[in-house]
């Protein structure tokens, strides 16, 4: 099993970023997919996460409104997109499958002026 995330990197407060996560090594489409962040000194947090078909949902509430995950299937590929970037929002964001049993190597967010 794979998850490999791209995407991150230095945004000014109030941009975007879309992280993708392209994952191998099982079958895609049967799992839920998450995405976590981990800020300097604080704990690993769920941001967000999305069902096997993609028809349900999940935001922290940090992040709702703001944030959107997705996915393709067909691709074997999860996104979150980030709008309106704040600097709280600065962490490495990791995504994970099949209850949390695989993860990432992880992408830098920088939200900074």
């Known amino acids: 099993v794979q998850l490999v995330e791209s995407g991150g990197g230095l945004v000014q407060p109030g941009g975007s970023l879309r992280l993708s996560c392209v994952a191998s090594?099982?079958?895609?489409?049967?799992?839920?997919m998450r995405w976590y962040r981990q800020a300097p000194g604080k704990e690993r947090e769920l941001v967000a996460q999305?069902?096997?078909?993609?028809?349900?949902?999940y935001y922290a509430d940090s992040v709702k409104d703001r944030f959107t995950i997705s996915r393709d299937n067909a691709k074997n590929t999860v996104y979150l997109r980030m709008n309106s970037l704040k600097p709280q929002d600065t962490a490495v964001y990791y995504c994970?499958?099949?209850?949390?049993?695989?993860w990432g190597q992880g992408t830098q967010v920088t939200v900074s002026s």
């Open positions: 999305i069902s096997p078909a993609g028809g349900t949902t």
């Open positions: 090594g099982f079958t895609f489409s049967s799992y839920v």
């Open positions: 994970s499958s099949r209850g949390d049993r695989d």
